[in-house]
């Protein structure tokens, strides 16, 4: 059984960084990739990033050059440092991984104020 938690959201000032990490657990992961999406009130799920088994990425338009991810495979972790934050970045963070199906975390909720 796979399970996802979350950790490391927060309350922040705009211009501020928050990171956010996610633990997998039931197997490694390794070869599977792993990202976020987020959810604002009001708006539909969007993806922020994701992270390939190989190491590729991909990320939203509004957060690059902002956000990071990475993985830590021994630790069957992945990570998203965001700076520069703003307060449209405000929502709940998911963490998901896909492997057969979709997992998702719970999520962490991050708030932006201005």
């Known amino acids: 059984q796979v399970q996802l938690v979350e950790s490391g959201g927060g309350l922040v000032q705009a211009g501020g960084s928050l990171r956010l990490s996610c633990a997998a657990s039931?197997?490694?992961?390794?070869?599977?990739?792993m990202g976020w999406y987020r959810q604002a009130p009001g708006k539909q799920r969007e993806l922020v990033a994701s992270?390939?088994?190989?190491?590729?990425?991909n990320y939203a338009n509004s957060v690059k050059g902002r956000f990071t991810i990475s993985r830590d495979n021994a630790k069957n972790a992945v990570n998203l440092q965001m700076n520069s934050l703003k307060p449209e970045d405000t929502a709940v963070y998911l963490c998901?991984?896909?492997?057969?199906?979709?997992?998702w975390g719970k999520g962490a909720l991050v708030t932006v104020s201005s």
């Open positions: 998901y991984l896909v492997r057969v199906m979709t997992y």
């Open positions: 039931g197997s490694a992961f390794s070869f599977n990739t």
């Open positions: 992270i390939t088994g190989g190491g590729s990425t």
